[in-house]
């Protein structure tokens, strides 16, 4: 009895467990499906935006898709950059799964859990 308990009990938990996984990035709407335009990411810096500064500290590009973020206060946070187009560079904080958007006199950030993006620091390409 105990084992037919043990082992149904184990096959409910087994069912459910997909239901707890789902990926959540699928349901935003913002995310751009098509990557098509982003596929060479190791291409070099033409349009020159390589350093973004802001109040407390800047982002700045290491090579590839790595970025860096620097504050006054800490140390170096490592970034990815996803996305790349003519209005912002789009970079990502896979520790805090965080992206963003930096514009050329504005950020924009995207948390876990945020509908949409909100207003970060102000700065600039330097």
């Given at each position: 009895m105990w084992?037919?308990?043990?082992?149904?009990?184990?096959?409910?938990?087994?069912?459910?467990?997909?239901?707890?996984?789902?990926?959540?990035?699928?349901d935003r709407p913002y995310r751009d499906r098509d990557r098509a335009r982003y596929r060479d990411r190791d291409r070099d810096r033409r349009d020159g935006r390589t350093f973004w500064?802001?109040?407390?500290?800047g982002f700045e590009w290491q090579s590839?898709?790595?970025?860096?973020?620097?504050?006054?206060?800490?140390?170096?946070?490592?970034?990815?950059?996803?996305?790349?187009?003519?209005?912002?560079?789009?970079?990502?904080?896979?520790?805090?799964?965080?992206?963003?958007r930096l514009h050329d006199k504005q950020a924009?950030?995207?948390?876990?859990?945020?509908r949409d993006w909100g207003p970060g620091a102000r700065g600039y390409w330097d």
């Open positions: 084992k037919r308990l043990a082992l149904s009990t184990l096959l409910a938990l087994v069912t459910l467990a997909p239901l707890g996984a789902d990926d959540r990035r699928d500064r802001h109040h407390g500290g590839g898709t790595r970025w860096l973020q620097f504050n006054k206060d800490g140390p170096p946070i490592p970034f990815r950059e996803t996305d790349r187009t003519d209005e912002y560079v789009e970079l990502y904080d896979a520790a805090r799964r965080i992206y963003v924009y950030q995207l948390g876990p859990y945020d």
